[in-house]
Every structure is written in structure tokens, then in C-alpha cells.
């Protein structure tokens, strides 16, 4: 192995640049992760809420208050 400076001595330190560049791109990473993840989640609940519509028979409404109060008066 060839004796150079990097090999003898510490590396530097990093600046305060790099360190807020590499917090700055592990948050972002992490934010891209967890709306990819929401993303596929809703997806997946939605696929779930149209099955289970589908195989429910669909139930009417009752009428609204208004519509109750016009039947009874006539």
C-alpha cells in the first residue's frame, strides 16, 4: 500500500455545506419514501372500498326531511 496523505492523516472535516447537504437529501429521501408509501396504501384501500361496493347491494337512501314533510302534507 502506498504511504500518501490520505493514508497518515485524519480526512477533514466536513463542512457545515456537506453535512446540510447530506441532512438535506436523507429528508428528502425519507419524504419521497413515506408519500410513496401513502400513495400505494391509498391505492390499495380504494381497491378494497370498490370490492366491497360492488358486492354489497346498494341501499337507498332515506328521504331527506324535506321530501318526509311534502309527503305529509299532501
Sequence with gaps: MAVTKDNIFKPAKSSAEQKASSTDTAARQIVL??????????????KLREARE????SIAAPP???ARKKAAKA
Design 33 to 46: 419514501a413515506e408519500a410513496a408509501e401513502r400513495v400505494r396504501k391509498t391505492e390499495s384501500l380504494r
Design 54 to 57: 360492488a358486492e354489497a347491494p
Design 64 to 66: 331527506s326531511r324535506a
